[in-house]
């Protein structure tokens, strides 16, 4: 339940706000004293508002950071408000004066994806999220999924649509491929806290690794060794042995990082959608995680059971830490992690990107300059920036853990503590201790029950089936749509016919009863939820489409029909076909 | 005599410690007006150490007589009306409350004390010639 609001006036004149929560207990929503002021100096950590191209602004409280906003944004540049209360809302459009058609508010998830969407161009040339704390704390559990939804749809969005229409492709083909896997493989839940206390390194693949990546033979079984799937080859080819590998990504680009990798011990960490070929590589030794939500992954999860969260953060290195948290690791220390173009290269030696250059000199967007480690300036993308942004808020929210930037190169993440990976190890790696036995125990005590195989077949067999009746629906929705468009064609005597008085009434009736029959086809078909929703991956495009005006007239409502409807049949042959591909799969094994 | 060399001392470094306490303050208000609670609160605890040795100075002073109707004795009084206003913002977690207190509170106590007449004489007591 919301908490009441009690307006007030604040001491500069204009109103604020107390909330009151349920225990009682009360807390402002803005500045007792100076609201406006306190506005400004919230929009003070954000310049790159300036020129942002969008932004999202979770929670709207009275709204003066949004209308500051407003007058400090590019004329053109759109604004979501996530905020749920109506009464803030109304309060709000009563006293906006200034451009409030830039300003959407919304309390629905889905208008977040679209509003990222549908202003994608805006988005890619700069996004700022801005968070409101004090109505943040209105309602904390709701706001935190806003801003993990934000921060996933957005990860997504980076990619160029035509490239996300494919790799939805690739998502779910992993996702069924990879199914029977994920139904016998322990979650990372089995890790959780098993090495409380003890050091974990991060590998990545960054440039600098190649200062301290010998140092890593010192690390071994003083810390636990996760590394990310691009620095995995880097470590081998010196016969370094991460205990953990983690990987997310669902493209061919992914599985190059471990074709041919000579893994033996390692434990793989993976989310279902990861390149269906790489988990085969690590035989048994892995655990999954979930990380991407779409209705598909929702569905699956519910039947096998909750595998544990690691946030996505659109870099694999995030989700590394997330893994480093999960499992207590304290302290963890970073290595290779420059999130900047070191000496111009983009990756380590031995990495497959190791010869990749990046003209620092260049009049490119993409490129900007951000403080160094070492008081310096150094050169790295919008999107590497993004990863910083996001570590640097992670690192916030983990105070309780010592973080260590050992890169010894690259940006300057706040948060941690600078030093040299010579020093980390001297420090903090003083204890030896077992890690790939503790790994290897908590893999054999977590595997699922086999009941859990069964229960995911059987729903996947009955959902084919609800399929096979579902098809000739949408067919039938197609046929009918061409049958409407014909006689809406005749009724409007587009062929030029000769329409006699008889003719017109029986074209006109017999229009009239497809109408119906369709449109009660439509609102069968629609009603079929979970049918629906289960394509959403591969009907990527029907949410991209712009939304018709409510008086469009009757072609273009058919063109649309059928537009989309085709989009929907194509994906429930795919998706039954896969369903029952993996159905056989836990079958056989 | 030698109490009053003590306590001239005392009060040279209590009056340098002013300016350091105002700007503590203002940079954790600002910390947490902008939503960076996790900077915010670690300047908090430098700013609450720094008043408790400011509170320490302001003890001696007063239990050896030297703080009765003068600038710092008064500061002395404002200081301790602001006190629970920081107390109950930090019971209640209530963030926007706490930095209204820092900066429209303490800073501007710290700020008034400063600017009023010869702030910087080296006593700030008023009973010691220069």
Known sequence: ????????????????????????????????????????????????????????????GLGYHVEEALREMRADAPILVVEKNPDLITRFWKRVSEHPERIEITDREMEIKTFLYRNRDAVRRGFVLVEHPASVRTDPGFYALV??????????????????????????????????????DPGIVALKDVFQGRPAVIVAAGPSLNKNVHLLAEAKNRSVIICVGTALKALLAQDLRPDLVVTLDPTEGNYRLFEGAAVKDEYLC??????????CLFRDRRFAFNSFVSPLSL??????????????????AIAAFGIACQIGANPIVFIGQDLAYTDGYTHARGTVYEDRKVDLQAANPNLIRAPGIDGSTVVTSRNMHTFLVRFEELFAEHKDRLIIDATEGGALKRGTVVMSFRDAIDRYFTDEFPVLPVIEECHRTHRPDPAVRERVREELEKTVREYGDFIPKLEEILSLASRVQELNDLAENKKGQEATPGFARGTLRALKKKGEELNELLKEVNAQAKLVDLLSLLTFDVQLMPP??????????LSRVKQV???YLEAAKTTRRQMEEAATALRGS | MQSSEHAKKVVQCLNELVPTLQEVAENTAVFLQEGNLAHGYRELQSLIEALQHFEGGLSFLHTAGFLR????????????QVYPSILAALQEQDSVRLADVLQYELAQTLATYRSGGDALDESGLGIFSS
């Open chain 1, 1 to 60: 339940m919301s908490p009441v609001l009690e307006f007030f006036p604040a001491k500069s004149g204009v109103l604020t706000a107390r909330a009151v929560l349920l225990d009682g207990s009360s807390f402002l929503l803005h500045s007792a004293y100076d609201p406006v002021a306190e506005a400004r100096r919230l929009l003070e950590r954000h310049p790159a508002l300036k020129e942002a191209g969008a932004a999202v602004f979770v929670g709207l």
């Open chain 1, 147 to 184: 801003r993990q939804r934000v921060r996933d749809y957005l990860s997504l969005m980076l990619t160029d649509v035509a490239t996300a229409k494919v790799l939805n492709r690739s998502v779910q083909e992993n996702i069924f491929t990879n199914l029977t896997t994920v139904v016998e």
């Open chain 1, 270 to 279: 993976y989310e279902p959608q990861t390149h269906y070929k790489i988990p």
């Open chain 1, 299 to 316: 569905w699956l999860r519910q039947l096998y059971g909750d595998k544990g969260y690691v946030e996505p953060g659109g870099s694999v």
């Open chain 1, 548 to 557: 018709l005006a409510e008086d469009a007239p009757l072609a273009e409502q």
């Open chain 1, 565 to 567: 409807y085709s989009l």
């Open chain 2, 69 to 80: 109707d003068t600038r710092l004795g008064h500061l002395k009084e404002k200081l301790h």
